[in-house]
T-cell receptor, first 113, second 115 residues
Framework: GDSVTQMEGPVTLSEEAFLTINCTYTATGYPSLFWYVQYPGEGLQLLLKATKADDKGSNKGFEATYRKETTSFHLEKGSVQVSDSAVYFCALSATLNDYKLSFGAGTTVTVRA | DTGVSQDPRHKITKRGQNVTFRCDPISEHNRLYWYRQTLGQGPEFLTYFQNEAQLEKSRLLSDRFSAERPKGSFSTLEIQRTEQGDSAMYLC?????????????FGAGTRLSVL
């Protein structure tokens, strides 16, 4: 079935460091891909998305590019802040007619001052 | 726009009891979803509604689980004869029926603890 595998955590970084979280997917069709973020004590929030190959999603300094050839959607940020400490989830919806999201297990990121 | 609201935030119950959770979606959203999240895992899809119609149910949704959305607005998720394995965070999300976007907005969840 359709699934997402993301890099295990936890990840601990210093402020201004470069962050990358790997995400690969398995899907039979052409999925839409998402990154959601969960800040401490809050609900899941959409961070960015991409709906077709080579699309780049970006938001709050984060970027991810939909790579069909490597079935990947890695999340990157060039200079993290303490406020980026959160749990990050990669997710997919398998086709445009399939609304349910399949999530990865999440990666906990802690940024130290 | 007040966001997706879930009630209660926490529920502690004894094994064998029934529990019911409520979700109020964003007002103009016609799709509503339920997910379950256990510790250290990502959310797992349970079921979803388009307006009042329940269109899909996961195999995770055993006979003890039932969900309703009677007027296409709020939804309830009931678990009968709770088991310790039901302990989890139950998340609700809503979205517009926009095929090109499918942006789901999540509530803060209801944390269920079955003793």
């Amino acid at each position: 079935g359709d699934s997402v595998t993301q890099m295990e955590g936890p990840v601990t970084l210093s402020e201004e460091a470069f962050l990358t979280i790997n995400c690969t997917y398995t899907a039979t069709g052409y999925p839409s891909l998402f990154w959601y973020v969960q800040y401490p004590g809050e609900g899941l929030q959409l961070l960015l998305k991409a709906t077709k190959a080579d699309d780049k999603g970006s938001n709050k300094g984060f970027e991810a590019t939909y790579r069909k050839e490597t079935t990947s959607f890695h999340l990157e940020k060039g200079s993290v802040q303490v406020s980026d400490s959160a749990v990050y989830f990669c997710a997919l919806s398998a086709t445009l007619n399939d609304y349910k999201l399949s999530f990865g297990a999440g990666t906990t990121v802690t940024v130290r001052a | 726009d007040t966001g997706v609201s879930q009630d209660p935030r926490h529920k502690i119950t004894k094994r064998g009891q029934n529990v019911t959770f409520r979700c109020d979606p964003i007002s103009e959203h016609n799709r509503l979803y339920w997910y379950r999240q256990t510790l250290g895992q990502g959310p797992e899809f349970l079921t979803y509604f388009q307006n009042e119609a329940q269109l899909e149910k996961s195999r995770l949704l055993s006979d003890r689980f039932s969900a309703e959305r009677p007027k296409g607005s709020f939804s309830t998720l009931e678990i009968q004869r709770t088991e310790q394995g039901d302990s989890a965070m139950y998340l609700c999300a809503s979205s517009l029926g926009d095929l090109a976007k499918n942006i789901q907005y999540f509530g803060a969840g209801t944390r269920l603890s079955v003793l």
